[in-house]
């Protein structure tokens, strides 16, 4: 594929994208005046089925659940009405779930990984932790402490 050709599918993949958001909120909002009209949120549920994970599925569950009341069952991957809840479709309009929550953007700090005297204190708190809580030590005491020493002199 020459990259004209690429260029030419990101566009279509832009505009199919924006196309599909777009329709999601529509139905979204519809559902939820469904909902609240005849108490069915099989419409709330079959749209989050729809919906491909990676058009943040999780933000609309929250934001369903957060303007009508239903909350998420995971295990019978369904909406459960609530007994009290509140409805803002209003909110539910004005920001449109894929603003309504930032997605989580994981950060590691790597001069705290793999810090071996930090990894031999935490191992000498879990042990000191279990001694005072009367937990039974299982393997040899002494090889544990022969190593630990062994690690300390290492990470010196």
């Keep these: 594929m020459d990259i004209k050709t690429i260029n030419r ?3 279509e993949i832009s505009k199919s994208g924006k196309a599909l958001t777009n329709k999601i909120v529509e139905v979204e909002l519809a559902a939820m005046r469904h909902f609240e009209l ?3 949120s ?3 549920t079959r749209l989050v089925l729809a919906v491909p994970s990676s058009m943040r ?3 609309l569950k929250v934001h369903i659940a ?3 009341p239903v909350t998420w069952d995971d295990e019978k991957q369904v909406f459960k009405t609530r007994k009290k809840g509140t409805w803002n479709i209003p909110g539910a309009e004005q920001i449109p779930f894929f603003e309504y929550t930032k997605e989580s953007v994981q950060k590691v700090n790597l001069d ?3 810090v071996p005297l930090a990894l031999i204190e935490a191992a000498q708190k879990r042990v000191e932790k279990a001694i005072e809580e009367g937990a039974e030590l299982t393997g040899d005491m002494e090889a544990y402490k022969a190593r630990l020493e062994i690690l300390r002199s290492i990470a010196a």
């Design 57 to 59: 599925r999780e933000a």
């Design 112 to 114: 705290k990984l793999l």
């Design 66 to 68: 957060d303007h009508v």
């Design 9 to 11: 599918k990101i566009g």
């Design 38 to 40: 005849h108490k069915d």
């Design 42 to 44: 099989g419409a709330l």
